[in-house]
């Protein structure tokens, strides 16, 4: 089997080499992301069952089973495809769904793929019906069917591919097609990861970037992350900026505060956005039941980065549930807000007749 990593294993990062150099900018994005599977923080369940999945394919010299790992924006689908392929030593290429718009697409994918090697299918729900099918058989049999010429000439020319895994990653792992998703043999939900989890991902990202940190201040960022690692590090990314030009590089808590403060973090980890779609169910729909487009289009958002990237955190903090009639704020979502549920009749104003009539409906 021939195995040229595409991605060598000599481009990880050393934290420890003494160059002095301070990456700056997007390049942190390459730096920060855990390059071999033991680098990663969380996700013990997850991370046991890949790395038996993955040991038993070394061992036996087989081809991996194709996996498929869903979960919120952030949270590691693109960085446990990318060290899957470094702890097996073979060949990673990447796709995208949404851009694999026809089979031909997906095509030169296919035959390029040598064999044990890992094709990263990304977004793999926006894939289009003809290109699911077309890889079904791809990924049963290792085999293709192409179509050639067209009308009465037309023949189907059957390929044999070499043995290959796909891994597919998703936020919406609903939108696939049960036929799609049987054909993966590993299937992984990623969950939000716990302040610990976060903090020490905020401790071993200070060191890559060389800045220095409380363990209040660690903790105080993965409080303030919504339980994402991508946000965990932009935070990190912010307060150090904030750090440097205003306290001497040294991140302690009130640092850590006073930056997150800057950004309108509040102390559960939401951020502006966050507080106003709560805001906007609470004032324009009455707390709730309100459909998702109605407040999607009230806040001028796509319905698609509500229900990927906004909601999932606040249903998970059960800040808001999600009921047959549509989203309603939770007991604990009014009392984040500062405002009691009785208050909220006659169009979000309070009770006629409320000796506290005049009182605004949020705290200023
Ligand atoms: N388990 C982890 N340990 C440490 N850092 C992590 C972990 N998971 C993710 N990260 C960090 O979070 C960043 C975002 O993760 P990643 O790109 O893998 O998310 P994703 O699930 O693919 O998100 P999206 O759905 O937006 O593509 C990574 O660059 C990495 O630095
Ligand atoms: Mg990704």
């Known amino acids: 089997m021939s195995r040229e990593p595409i991605i060598s294993s000599d481009d990880a ?30 996700q013990r369940e997850v991370y046991e069952r890949l790395m038996i999945a993955v040991d ?24 446990f495809a990318t060290c899957i392929p470094r702890a097996l030593d073979v060949p990673l290429q990447i796709a995208s769904g949404a851009a694999l718009s026809a089979p031909k697409d997906l095509l030169p994918y296919l035959t390029n793929a040598q064999e044990g090697s890992v094709l990263f299918i990304d977004e793999i729900h926006r894939l289009p019906k003809a290109v699911e099918e077309f890889m079904y058989p791809a990924m ?25 895994t796909i891994i597919g990653a998703t936020t919406r792992s609903g939108l696939l097609s049960a036929p799609l998703r049987d054909r993966f043999q590993v299937r992984e939900h990623l969950d939000f990861y716990s302040h610990e989890e976060l903090t020490e991902i905020t401790r071993r990202n200070a060191r890559k970037l060389r800045v220095e940190i409380d363990d209040e201040a660690a903790l105080k960022i993965a409080i303030c992350s919504r339980g994402t690692p991508r946000i965990t590090n932009n935070r990190l990314r912010w307060v150090r900026d904030y750090a440097t030009t205003k306290a001497a590089g040294k991140i302690t ?17 939401l951020d502006p956005q966050d507080r106003k779609y709560m805001e906007t169910i ?10 998702v487009e ?20 606040l249903l998970r903090s059960e800040l808001v549930v999600r009921t047959p009639r549509g989203r309603k704020l939770t007991a604990k979502g009014y009392e984040h807000l500062g405002v009691s549920p009785d208050a909220v009749i006659n169009g979000g104003r309070p009770r006629r007749g409320n000796d506290d009539s005049d009182r605004p409906l949020f705290a200023e």
């Open 13 to 42: 990062f050393e934290p420890d080499e003494p160059s002095g150099y301070t990456p700056l900018g997007r390049e942190d994005d390459q730096v920060l992301r855990p390059q071999r599977m033991e680098d990663m923080v969380g």
């Open 56 to 79: 038993a394919a070394r061992i036996r010299q087989e081809t991996l089973g194709h996996i498929l790992l869903d979960g919120p924006p952030g949270l590691g689908k693109t960085t």
């Open 140 to 164: 049963e049999d290792f085999r293709i069917d192409i179509t050639l010429g067209e009308g009465v000439s037309a023949r189907t020319v059957n390929m044999a591919l070499r043995p290959f």
């Open 253 to 269: 808590l009130p640092v850590a505060e006073a930056a997150l403060g800057m950004l309108g973090v509040d102390p559960l980890g």
């Open 282 to 291: 609470l004032r324009v729909f009455h707390g709730g039941p309100a459909g």
């Open 294 to 313: 109605a407040i999607a289009h009230t806040l001028n958002l796509a319905v698609d980065t509500l229900t990927d990237e906004v909601e999932p955190f």
